[in-house]
């Protein structure tokens, strides 16, 4: 029985692996065509890795093992996160075609957008926490480790997703790639 157990974990693990990767890469060619922009694109994974990365730490920190159960969180966090980084992105990208400056337009995205997406990921939070009254250990885990996901996912998609953004615009404007635009669009 534990060379039996051991060989399906390690195929799930392995299977794991891929489909995250797969998942990842196939978001990734989705949210370029949505946005027409590789760098911007791949921004909008920077929320998602980190949350997975947390995910998959915690399980190991609190000693949750890795099962098909648990092996489901990490794909939720890859569908919900990069919802929350499109809102982000197309919200801030909308305020910047109306001639703001990147600040303000991050601010129009955060004061609206951000709450729609904390309302959302507190209410996704609070459906799956309920999971945490059951007897059932599996899905104890799986509620818990999916009510985390979503308050990581959103907190990484309005805090370190509007930071690359607005680097990434302030570095462009140094390099005068932004700034002749902004120039044309704000004069």
């Given at each position: 029985?534990?060379?039996?157990?051991?060989?399906?974990?390690?195929?799930?693990?392995r299977g794991q692996a891929a489909s995250l990767v797969?998942?990842?890469?196939?978001?990734?060619?989705?949210?370029?065509?949505?946005?027409?922009?590789?760098?911007?694109?791949?921004?909008?994974?920077v929320p998602i890795a980190l949350t997975i990365l947390?995910?998959?730490?915690?399980?190991?920190?609190?000693?949750?093992?890795?099962?098909?159960?648990?092996?489901?969180?990490?794909?939720?966090?890859?569908?919900?996160?990069?919802?929350?980084?499109?809102?982000?992105?197309?919200?801030?990208?909308?305020?910047?075609?109306?001639?703001?400056?990147?600040?303000?337009?991050?601010?129009?995205?955060?004061?609206?957008?951000?709450?729609?997406?904390?309302?959302?990921?507190?209410?996704?939070?609070?459906?799956?926490?309920?999971?945490?009254?059951?007897?059932?250990?599996?899905?104890?885990?799986?509620?818990?480790?999916?009510?985390?996901?979503?308050?990581?996912?959103?907190?990484?998609?309005?805090?370190?997703?509007?930071?690359?953004?607005?680097?990434?615009r302030r570095k462009a404007v140094s390099g005068g790639?932004?700034?002749?635009?902004?120039?044309?669009?704000?004069?």
């Amino acid at each position: 029985m534990p060379f039996l157990e051991q060989g399906m974990v390690d195929l799930i693990v392995r299977g794991q692996a891929a489909s995250l990767v797969l998942a990842l890469a196939a978001v990734f060619v989705i949210v370029y065509l949505l946005l027409g922009r590789s760098r911007d694109s791949a921004l909008c994974l920077v929320p998602i890795a980190l949350t997975i990365l947390v995910n998959f730490g915690m399980m190991g920190w609190a000693g949750i093992p890795f099962d098909i159960v648990t092996a489901l969180v990490s794909s939720i966090a890859v569908g919900i996160g990069i919802d929350y980084g499109i809102h982000v992105y197309s919200r801030f990208r909308q305020g910047m075609g109306q001639g703001m400056s990147p600040e303000a337009a991050m601010h129009a995205t955060i004061a609206n957008t951000g709450r729609a997406i904390m309302t959302n990921a507190l209410a996704v939070t609070a459906g799956f926490a309920v999971l945490l009254l059951s007897v059932f250990p599996p899905l104890r885990h799986f509620g818990g480790l999916v009510a985390v996901t979503m308050i990581i996912s959103s907190i990484g998609s309005l805090t370190i997703l509007p930071a690359l953004l607005l680097a990434v615009r302030r570095k462009a404007v140094s390099g005068g790639v932004w700034g002749a635009d902004h120039a044309e669009s704000t004069g």
